[in-house]
């Protein structure tokens, strides 16, 4: 057996794990990276997600293969006190489900990824007496992984600002884990070199102010004779919009609700202009690509724009505040970076430079480790 690995002589051990949490991708996408090292280790791992029931959860998880368990469990932000109260009383009814699926699969420990799904299933399990791990995205900890990191064995956090907010001895900087083949970055081909691309990501959920502003951006850009290849992700809630907007203002564009290989799309972009979740902030870094990064201005204790700030400040990225944000002003922005190549491959360089490549196989080892004690 080498570094670590257990395929050689451990294949006939089977090591099974629930990874926990969802809502959006950037809950799910780390928890898959973390899935897919385990693969690495083990012949056959047994792997369940448990989420709530938002479809988009199952069809991430479906496409790449992995058994999915739902649960009634919603999120308490925003939702005012009624709401909110109706929340509170399916907890009980959340944590019981997730005990039977505890109870059924027989995992050696749960691992919570972040979102609401998380809560119950890391509560089940400390009751149930299994050892329990989270994982933070964010540079500020969001609420679930706040009030679960007084129970949880280990907390795993993405960015060394996430430690103020928990109070715990067991807190390990790891990363954020991204799909490995991220890293193994392609390129451009020869031909598409002297051809623009810019992709649009608002996440998994979209992002209106950002496809707006883009789109009034795009129309700048073609007056002045610029016209970029485009691959814009909207978001299901606003694709229909977007798809309009295009057609309505004879604009060229790949624009789809949802990228199933951001890997691809990635690969094939100049520059990605973007929301500021953790989990775009570090493929951005894996994929070496510059970016123009919009935060979201309402996001929990302005954590998106913390993220933000740790590519703009190795000189990655740059950033636009939302209030700032107007067609015109992002022109000028990709405008620059369009007319100098040597900016935007200083821009990528610098956005690798704040990658951790092995955050999975970190967080993996801390995870056998607290298996064995």
């Given at each position: 057996?080498?570094?670590?690995?257990?395929?050689?002589e451990?294949?006939?051990?089977?090591?099974?794990?629930?990874?926990?949490?969802?809502?959006?991708?950037?809950?799910?996408?780390?928890?898959?990276?973390?899935?897919?090292?385990l693969?690495?280790m083990?012949?056959?791992?047994?792997?369940l997600?448990?989420?709530?029931?938002?479809?988009?959860?199952?069809?991430?998880?479906?496409?790449?293969?992995?058994?999915?368990?739902?649960?009634?469990?919603?999120?308490?932000?925003?939702?005012?006190?009624?709401?909110?109260?109706?929340?509170?009383?399916?907890?009980?009814?959340?944590?019981?489900?997730?005990?039977?699926?505890?109870?059924?699969f027989?995992?050696?420990?749960?691992?919570?990824?972040?979102?609401?799904?998380?809560?119950?299933?890391?509560?089940?399990?400390r009751f149930?007496?299994l050892?329990?791990?989270?994982?933070?995205?964010?540079?500020?900890?969001?609420?679930?992984?706040?009030?679960?990191?007084?129970?949880?064995?280990?907390?795993?956090?993405?960015?060394?600002?996430?430690?103020?907010?928990?109070?715990?001895?067991?807190?390990f900087?790891?990363?954020n884990?991204?799909?490995?083949?991220?890293?193994?970055?392609?390129?451009?081909?020869?031909?598409?070199?002297?051809r623009?691309?810019?992709?649009?990501?608002?996440?998994?959920?979209?992002?209106?102010a950002?496809?707006?502003a883009?789109?009034e951006?795009?129309?700048?850009?073609?007056?002045?004779?610029?016209?970029?290849?485009?691959?814009?992700?909207?978001?299901?809630?606003?694709?229909e919009q977007?798809?309009?907007?295009y057609?309505?203002?004879?604009?060229?564009?790949?624009?789809?609700?949802?990228?199933?290989?951001?890997?691809?799309?990635y690969?094939?972009?100049?520059?990605?202009?973007?929301?500021?979740?953790?989990?775009?902030?570090?493929?951005?870094?894996?994929?070496?690509?510059?970016?123009?990064?919009?935060?979201?201005?309402?996001?929990?204790?302005?954590?998106?724009?913390?993220?933000?700030l740790?590519?703009v400040?190795a000189?990655g990225?740059?950033?636009?505040?939302?209030?700032?944000?107007?067609?015109?002003?992002?022109?000028?922005?990709?405008?620059?970076?369009?007319d100098?190549?040597?900016?935007?491959?200083?821009?990528g360089?610098?956005?690798?430079?704040?990658?951790?490549?092995?955050?999975?196989?970190?967080?993996v080892?801390?995870?056998?480790?607290?298996v064995k004690?």
């Amino acid at each position: 057996m080498q570094g670590g690995r257990h395929k050689a002589e451990d294949g006939a051990r089977e090591f099974r794990i629930i990874i926990a949490g969802g809502g959006t991708g950037g809950h799910l996408f780390p928890g898959i990276a973390v899935a897919r090292e385990l693969e690495t280790m083990f012949e056959k791992p047994g792997i369940l997600f448990v989420v709530g029931h938002k479809r988009i959860e199952s069809e991430i998880l479906s496409r790449y293969g992995y058994k999915v368990a739902p649960i009634d469990v919603e999120g308490l932000k925003g939702r005012g006190w009624r709401k909110g109260l109706k929340v509170l009383i399916k907890l009980p009814k959340s944590i019981f489900q997730s005990a039977s699926l505890i109870k059924g699969f027989s995992p050696a420990l749960v691992l919570g990824m972040g979102g609401y799904s998380a809560g119950p299933a890391c509560l089940a399990a400390r009751f149930l007496g299994l050892k329990t791990a989270i994982h933070e995205q964010n540079s500020y900890p969001g609420l679930t992984n706040r009030l679960l990191a007084r129970i949880v064995d280990r907390v795993f956090i993405s960015f060394e600002e996430s430690r103020e907010g928990f109070k715990t001895r067991s807190t390990f900087l790891t990363g954020n884990p991204v799909r490995n083949e991220l890293f193994a970055r392609g390129g451009k081909e020869a031909e598409d070199r002297n051809r623009f691309t810019i992709l649009v990501v608002g996440g998994s959920q979209g992002a209106q102010a950002v496809n707006r502003a883009f789109v009034e951006s795009l129309i700048y850009l073609n007056k002045t004779g610029k016209y970029p290849e485009v691959i814009h992700q909207t978001g299901k809630t606003d694709h229909e919009q977007v798809l309009l907007d295009y057609k309505n203002k004879n604009l060229k564009g790949q624009v789809v609700p949802f990228i199933e290989d951001m890997v691809g799309a990635y690969n094939h972009a100049d520059l990605v202009v973007s929301r500021a979740g953790a989990t775009t902030i570090f493929e951005l870094a894996a994929s070496g690509k510059p970016s123009v990064l919009i935060p979201y201005p309402h996001a929990a204790n302005n954590h998106q724009e913390i993220n933000a700030l740790s590519l703009v400040r190795a000189g990655g990225a740059e950033m636009i505040h939302q209030k700032d944000l107007t067609g015109e002003g992002m022109a000028r922005v990709l405008t620059k970076y369009m007319d100098d190549r040597q900016a935007l491959n200083e821009m990528g360089r610098n956005a690798q430079k704040i990658g951790r490549p092995d955050a999975a196989k970190v967080i993996v080892d801390q995870l056998l480790e607290m298996v064995k004690t």
